[in-house]
């Protein structure tokens, strides 16, 4: 069964804190990795990722992906308060029918 | 630009009781999905549609039907709202080509008593 694991679940950092979420995937006919951030209400686009070791990059935000070992990082250096949200992977497969899988996503709060 | 708009915002529900959520988008896509987000379980996908009058099985479609008329519009129906359909409804789209990121509406939060 396919499936996107995101880790850790949660996480609580003091702003100009540096983190790094994770995203581990086991997904048939893979198509591309995308980061999105949700505050209060929908999903907005961060970044999509289709080939490995290529790192994008906005702002204080980057990511990268291993297709080798089936991972994706989301690094946000300088943490502020305005980073607390829910960040969300999906990964979306090649199936003819643009299916994306969620993970369940990773709660970043940033304290003042 | 309007982009992705859902309505109602929120909805309280009777068990048994049929509604239709709408979705609507101005950016002339093609793609078109429904998910449901509960939590602890990120988004789960219920139907989706690849174009006008087509329409898919997600994840998780018992309960739920959907249509797809008219291509900017994407409609869900519940026709016996059952408590385990309280969450939170999103709707997305995205073109045919180009990136292959999906836009989101701004949720519908339903509450089946």
């Known amino acids: 069964e396919d499936k996107v694991v995101q880790s850790p679940l949660s996480l609580v950092v003091h702003e100009g804190d540096t983190v790094t979420l994770n995203c581990s995937y086991e997904v048939t006919n893979f198509r591309s990795l995308l980061w999105y951030k949700q505050e209060k209400k929908a999903p907005t686009f961060l970044f999509m990722l289709t080939s490995s070791g290529i790192e994008k990059k906005s702002g204080r935000l980057s990511s990268i992906l291993d297709k080798k070992e089936l991972f994706s990082i989301l690094n946000i250096t300088a943490t502020q308060t305005g980073d607390s949200a829910i960040y969300l992977c999906a990964v979306e497969r090649t199936s003819g029918t643009y299916k994306y899988i969620f993970g369940t996503g990773t709660r970043l709060k940033v304290l003042a | 630009n309007a982009g992705v708009t859902q309505t109602p915002k929120f909805r309280v529900l009777k068990t048994g009781q049929s509604m239709t959520l709408l979705c609507a988008q101005d950016m002339n896509h093609e793609y078109m999905y429904w998910y449901r987000q509960d939590p602890g379980m990120g988004l789960r996908l219920i139907h989706y549609s690849v174009g006008e009058g087509t329409t898919a099985k997600g994840e998780v479609p018992d309960g739920y039907n959907v249509s797809r008329l008219k291509k900017q519009n994407f409609l869900l129906g519940l026709e016996s709202a059952a408590p385990s359909q309280t969450s939170v409804y999103f709707c997305?789209?995205?073109?045919?080509?180009?990136?292959?990121?999906?836009?989101f509406g701004p949720g519908t939060r339903l509450t089946v008593l």
């Open positions: 997305a789209s995205r073109a045919l080509a180009g990136g292959h990121e999906q836009f």
